[in-house]
């Protein structure tokens, strides 16, 4: 069985994804995905210099995060390019090692962390899609302590997804995050149970 887990930037996706590994899941994450497809000599790192240029690039080859966000986010198209680059590539990997995990673990839950999951259209390739929650304004204010950003910067990056109400008027499955770690892990621990998991 495998689900999508997704939410907003800052919502605690990580922390979910780990109380699920905790439990026995498997976790397929896709920003470790996306940092894989980027390392020096992989083709969609080629494709970014050539796209964007090589001040993005760092003096031993590898990518400058920082330098490439602030272009990407401060202009729509010039994310989506980045987007047509790398999804393709972060996609085959993800559909790969899904595969295996079907067929080398079937009686396992197979957890996909997928940020943009909905943003990608990717629900069709998931049983079930849990989207973690906080509130809009919680969610401002985690991501401004967490990255040390501005209210401008932060405001541009959840514009930049889609608004973590559509997310969640979406989702099968929600989890609420915007109380303590102990309220987080008892809606997993029910999920768990509920689904027949241990």
Request: no cysteine; glycine share 8%; proline share 4%.
């Amino acid at each position: 069985m495998n689900i999508g887990l997704t939410g907003g930037i800052a919502t605690g996706k990580s922390t979910v994804a780990r109380l699920l590994t905790e439990r026995g899941a498997i976790l397929i994450d896709l920003d470790g995905i996306a940092r894989e497809v980027v390392q020096p000599g992989q083709p969609s790192l080629l494709r970014i210099g050539e796209r964007f240029g090589q001040a993005v690039l760092n003096d031993d080859g590898s990518l400058n995060r920082k330098k490439l966000g602030s272009i990407i986010f401060a202009d729509p198209a010039e994310r989506k390019a980045l987007e047509q680059i790398l999804h393709p590539a972060i996609r085959a990997v993800m559909k790969d090692r899904m595969a295996y995990h079907e067929k080398e673990t079937p009686d396992q839950l197979v957890v996909v962390d997928v940020p943009l999951l909905y943003e990608s259209q990717l629900e069709s390739y998931f049983e079930q899609i849990m989207v973690v929650y906080v509130p809009r304004d919680e969610q401002l204010k985690r991501l401004m302590q967490r990255d040390e950003l501005t209210v401008e910067e932060a405001e541009r990056r959840l514009a930049a997804q889609m608004d973590i109400e559509d997310k969640k008027r979406r989702a099968d499955i929600i989890i609420d995050n915007s109380g303590s770690l102990a309220h987080t892990e008892r809606q997993i621990e029910r999920y768990w149970r509920e689904k027949g998991l241990g």
